[in-house]
C-alpha cells in the first residue's frame, strides 16, 4: 500500500509538471521571452514516431542521391550525358536509314521482277 500510494503521488507530480511545461512552451515570462523547454513545439516525440521519420528521411536522402547520381551534379557532367545521349540518337538514325536503304533496295528489285512476268 505505501508503494502504491507513492506511485499516485508521483505521477500526479508527474501530471502537473507535464502540464506546467506546456503552459511555459505558450507562455511568455515577465520580460516578454518565451521559456524553450524539451520537446519543441509538438511536444517530447515517440521512440516509435522517431525512428519513422528517420527511415523516411533516409528513403528521401537515398532517392535524391540516385537521382544526382543519373543527371549528374556539375555542369559539365551534364553537358557530357546531353552529348552523349545526342550522339547515340545520331548512330541510331543513321543505322535505321541503313536499314530503310536496304529494304528500298530490295522492294525495288521485287518491282523490277514482278515487272518482267508481267509483260510476258
Do not use: H, W
Not at 7 to 35: H, L, W
Amino acid at each position: 500500500m505505501n508503494v502504491d500510494a507513492y506511485m499516485t503521488v508521483f505521477n500526479s507530480k508527474e501530471e502537473q509538471k507535464k502540464r506546467e511545461d506546456a503552459r511555459k512552451r505558450n507562455m511568455p515570462d515577465e520580460d516578454g521571452f518565451v521559456t524553450v523547454t524539451r520537446g519543441g513545439r509538438t511536444g517530447p516525440a515517440r521512440r516509435e514516431d522517431v525512428e519513422e521519420k528517420r527511415i523516411e528521411m533516409e528513403a528521401r536522402e537515398e532517392k535524391k542521391r540516385k537521382e544526382l547520381e543519373g543527371k549528374g551534379f556539375y555542369r559539365f557532367q551534364v553537358r557530357e550525358k546531353r552529348k552523349q545521349e545526342q550522339g547515340e540518337l545520331i548512330k541510331q538514325f543513321e543505322e535505321d536509314k541503313r536499314r530503310i536503304e536496304k529494304l528500298r533496295e530490295i522492294r525495288g528489285r521485287k518491282g523490277k521482277i514482278l515487272e518482267k512476268f508481267s509483260l510476258c
